[in-house]
């Protein structure tokens, strides 16, 4: 691998940049194989049903494949890595022994019996009651396999609900706030609903009065973000909780940024009916590229029956099984439940890494989690306020939101900036988002980052702001020292180009 | 300090940091929270160390039964397959595991080529032009094909096989009831003659009783209605049946956990998600494609962004944000491990397994196959005894199979007016035409000592099978 190297600016230090990789198929040559499954059977199979398009995967060796995947690891920033203040985020430390735990039960089969899969209906039935008491609510559906997908269900408990009291059809609206995920307007239109937005007011709460006269006989629901995508907790969460219940609609709590209530508020001691966990947040599983992660909902009493099914029975022997029927035989009725999301327990192996996170902190360890994940974001806003502007001036929960607008005028986006900074070493925050702040900059620190690594942070960020200062062509030019430089977004969408092309087959590019 | 092992925050640290921000405790900062809400007691315990903690789990896994730790023969969807000790090795390193979604192209390269490469490999194994970079798993994949046909047709009804996975049936039909759509099920063999009016008829093949189907004539039949159709999948089955996209199949989607997933209770799984080019900016998910840096070096990022929830918002083609990236990167590796031929042998090895299993348990008394043509590698066993039973007493002599009792059920007809009436039916009544059978799948991991275990077993349990059907 021949090896470029690259100078840090203001450090001088030279280290080396890693060189890209050819892809898999251009590695590939005829013949090649890694002998892991060898097989003379012979398949008895119609011939009219044979397989008769080519198929062209690549033919390689497995030293081949190792280097191939370390070169790829290598052109990627991680937590591994280093700090990654991804807004809303959450990429805190993920412990190794989360993951060593988990491979306890890889070898299990969803649809094995529950005679013989005890352990994890045990563990399963202990993580509901560990959720249930973290978010103060009353019961807890494993099933959703991340955020989204919470969200969509919780919709259907919501439109399920409204069912039972004969006002399905009547309540077709959702609200959510202009400052929410865009998975909540999402979720909710993909659950048929009508999507109304209110705005947030100058503090950064949600309006109250907007969300008064939004409210009405035709909303179901009612979405909020708490600590909101603004890091700032809702000044007056209860107030808007009762303005959706006198409305007769249900609020759904979106735990993405969960990770700041952890041991300090509970969303069921504050008016939610229901929130969800993403526990690749909060709970400290590795979040994978891109996934996966796992987001149980949790729910007040009144939204259980319409929880998926199954759900897990606890005996006074100790021994658990499935609601269907004892003997798994005849599935016991759906009864007021939306139906199934997943089969069984979800992204089990994910849920088993959170309970290990849990079971480590501990109570003590949650609080001081939330506690130090608040401060963290303090610290590093003060570090910050000198050179960039804040939105909304008040203290922030475990993440806070700041303007690169100033550095706009002066010549460089807060695109260019967070570009700016993967040369100075670190990923960027969240950029863009939420959209009510111009040039917005989210940054979530965790309480895993040592203030040295803060401090260095900061550091960086204040002289990407002297640079914009002094040659904003240098800053909108940035990054210069990653494997890449910008990457031309715009030609990737107008002329697609989703494959490699195999040569000679139809259909490829 | 202490509390919480990963926090590296002394108390000097504590203090430095509280004199910057300007306050004397944490508590200044949560001002905004109700007073009677903060730090309430949660009641989980104490913490643990790591060798606790370690050892706690120990104590639960042990109360489960592996399926390695005797003849295991439960599949459909997802399966015990042969995982290379590269797989792991290679999926899990940190800078994989521990990355985000690749927002920063230029330092996420790993991911975005891998991701690409994943669509390349899965793209050529399904003969389908465009694949997606996951979905959360094969039954919300199913569901979000149907929804994507009712965007793509303007129509309102999905037509699904019985012989379709019941998980994804199951969800399909929860997932239904939020744009209340009109989903009815019917037997494979009817799905052509359904096709009038619908938005897509969705077809498995090979089906969840592990039988082969003519999807090229579903596929003709769906396009003279103006109908799509989805094909849920099987990877390995692709290494030699024809695939989906040499069969007429519009969108194609199936489970992706048997390329090297371990098989974890469930998930996290793979979702996968392809379909013809045409209809790439109805797809729902992220796609990687390649492009150019600004020195005209070739690159990848994440495209046709306009799609999805974080900019359209409600007008998005999913909510889905979280995907099953790892997966996909894992099922790359599996796949450049193996390679075709590789595949190919993972795949007869079943194929060949699961017919020579068939033929010795049919020539036992009272034993038939109960597919009604060609299977692949799973076929359905009926005995005297019934199904449920016959699982039951298998699992008391350690031995794993699966029952169809639960795949079956009546009140296929869900109309979107009335989810919760129509939700009821599917529950009701187990068995459908005296199909209470058991399902046996082999893969390569099948051994001759896992076959003469369950063809004894099976003629021990049916030569007394007869008292028990008579009691």
């Known amino acids: ?509 | 300090m202490g509390n919480n092992p990963y926090s590296p925050h002394t108390e000097a640290d504590r203090a430095a940091m509280l004199e910057r921000v300007g306050v004397r405790d944490i508590d200044e900062l949560l001002g905004a929270i109700p007073n009677d809400a903060r730090h309430p007691k949660l009641g989980i315990g104490p913490g643990l160390s790591e060798l606790e903690v370690q050892a706690h789990l120990e104590r639960i896994a042990k109360l489960n039964t592996t399926a390695g730790s005797g003849p295991f023969f439960i599949g459909g969807s997802i399966q015990r397959r042969y995982i290379p000790a590269a797989v792991p090795v290679l999926a899990l390193r940190g800078e994989f595991l521990t990355a985000y979604t690749p927002y920063q192209p230029e330092v996420s390269q790993g991911t975005l080529q891998a991701t690409f490469e994943y669509q390349s490999l899965m793209a050529e194994l399904l003969a389908m032009e465009v694949v997606n970079s996951s979905m959360y798993d094969g039954s919300s994949a199913t569901a979000e094909a149907a929804f994507m046909a009712v965007r793509v047709t303007g129509r309102h009804k999905v037509i699904v096989a019985t012989e379709v996975d019941f998980t994804y049936r199951r969800t399909l039909r929860t997932y239904g009831r939020g744009p209340e759509l009109e989903i009815i099920e019917v037997p494979t063999a009817k799905l052509a003659s359904s096709a009038e009016g619908a938005a897509c008829l969705i077809v498995q093949h090979p089906d969840a009783f592990g039988s082969l189907v003519d999807v090229r004539q579903i596929a003709d039949a769906a396009h003279a209605a103006g109908a799509l159709c989805v094909q849920v999948t099987e990877p390995h089955a692709n290494a030699l049946l024809e695939p989906p996209g040499a069969l007429g199949v519009d969108i194609a989607v199936g489970e992706g956990q048997p390329l090297g997933i371990t098989m974890s209770y469930g998930g996290p799984h793979l979702g996968i998600f392809a379909c013809r080019e045409s209809l790439v900016r109805q797809m729902p998910g992220r796609i990687a494609g390649q492009t150019l840096d600004a020195n005209g070096t070739r690159g990848f990022v994440n495209t046709l962004q306009t799609r999805e929830q974080h900019i359209r918002r409600e007008k998005a083609t999913s909510n889905i944000c979280t995907n099953e990236a790892l997966a996909a990167i894992t099922a790359a590796v599996y796949l450049s491990l193996l390679g075709p031929e590789g595949l190919r042998a993972a795949a007869r090895a079943g194929v060949a397994r699961a017919h020579k299993l068939a033929n010795r348990l049919a020539a036992l008394p009272g034993c038939a196959i109960a597919n009604d043509g060609p299977f692949f590698d799973r076929f359905t066993l009926r005995t005297e005894m019934g199904g449920w039973d016959l699982r039951n007493a298998l699992i008391a002599l350690g031995i794993q199979v699966e029952a169809t009792a639960s795949h079956y059920y009546a009140g296929a007809k869900q109309t979107g007016k009335e989810p919760a009436q129509a939700n009821a039916k599917p529950y009701v009544g187990g068995r459908r035409e005296g199909r209470d059978d058991v399902i046996v799948q082999c893969t390569e991991l099948t051994t001759e000592a896992d076959a003469d275990a369950l063809v004894d077993a099976v003629a021990q349990l049916t030569r007394s099978g007869e008292t028990v059907a008579a009691r």
Not at chain 1, 1 to 30: C, H, N, W, Y
Not at chain 1, 255 to 272: E, H, K, Q, T
Not at chain 1, 333 to 361: E, H, P
Request: one cysteine or more; aromatic letters at 8%.
């Open chain 1, 1 to 509: 691998m021949s090896v470029r190297t690259q100078t840090i600016p203001d450090v001088g230090a030279k280290t080396p940049v890693p060189a890209l990789e050819p892809l898999l198929f251009e590695l590939a040559r005829p013949g090649r194989s890694g002998r892991h499954v060898v097989s003379h059977d012979a398949a008895d199979i119609p011939a009219a049903f044979q397989r008769k398009a080519p198929l062209r995967l690549p033919e390689l060796t497995e030293p081949q494949v190792v280097r191939h995947y370390t070169h790829l690891a290598q052109l990627n920033y991680s937590v591994d890595t280093g700090m990654y203040p991804l807004g809303s985020c959450t990429m805190k430390y993920n412990p190794k022994v989360n993951d060593r735990v988990a491979s306890l039960f890889a070898d299990l089969h969803p649809r094995q019996s529950y005679r013989t899969t005890q352990g994890v209906l045990a563990l399963a039935y202990e993580i509901e009651q560990m959720l249930a008491k973290i978010t103060g609510m009353d019961f807890v559906s494993l099933q959703p396999q991340a955020g989204a997908q919470s969200e969509f269900t919780a919709l259907l408990v919501f439109k399920a609900y409204h069912a039972k009291r004969g006002e399905a059809a009547t309540r077709r609206r959702i609200i959510v706030p202009d400052s929410a995920h865009g998975t909540n307007p999402a979720s909710a239109a993909m659950c048929g609903y009508q999507v109304t937005t209110v705005k947030s007011d100058a503090r950064g709460n949600v309006d109250l009065d907007a969300l008064r006269s939004a409210l009405g006989p035709d909303v179901a629901g009612f979405m909020l973000t708490n600590p909101n995508t603004l890091g700032l907790f809702e000044e007056r969460v209860r107030d808007v909780c009762d303005a959706v219940h006198a409305a007769g609609a249900l609020v759904y709590g979106d735990g993405a940024n969960m990770n700041a209530l952890l041991g300090v508020a509970r969303p069921g001691d504050l008016g939610f009916d229901c929130v969800h966990i993403n526990v690749h947040k909060t709970f400290s599983t590795p979040h994978g590229a891109g996934g996966p992660g796992a987001g149980p909902l949790c729910v007040k009493a009144h939204l259980r029956p319409f929880l998926p099914k199954p759900w897990i029975v606890r005996e006074a022997d100790g021994s658990y099984h499935y609601d269907t029927a004892r003997e798994d035989r005849e599935p016991a009725g759906l009864g007021d439940s939306i139906g199934t999301i997943k089969q069984r327990l979800g992204n089990f192996g994910v849920l088993v890494r959170a309970y290990t996170y849990m079971k480590t902190l501990g109570e003590e360890g949650m609080v001081e989690t939330g506690r130090d994940a608040i401060l963290a974001a303090n610290y590093l806003l003060a570090l910050l306020r000198p050179a960039y502007d804040l939105a909304y001036d008040r203290p922030p929960m475990h993440e806070f939101v700041i303007s690169a607008a100033k550095q706009k005028k002066q010549g460089a986006s807060a695109l260019d900036v967070s570009k700016a900074l993967l040369d100075e070493g670190f990923h960027s925050p969240t950029v863009y988002f939420p959209l009510i702040v111009p040039e917005a900059m989210m940054i979530e620190p965790t309480e895993t980052e040592p203030r040295e690594t803060l401090d260095a942070f900061a550091a960086a960020m204040l002289r990407i702001a002297e640079r914009v200062k002094t040659d904003p062509a240098a800053v909108r030019d940035a990054p210069r020292f990653t494997p890449l430089r910008r990457l031309d977004e715009v030609t990737a969408a107008r002329k697609p180009v989703l494959r490699y092309a195999v040569p000679g087959v139809a259909g490829a590019e």
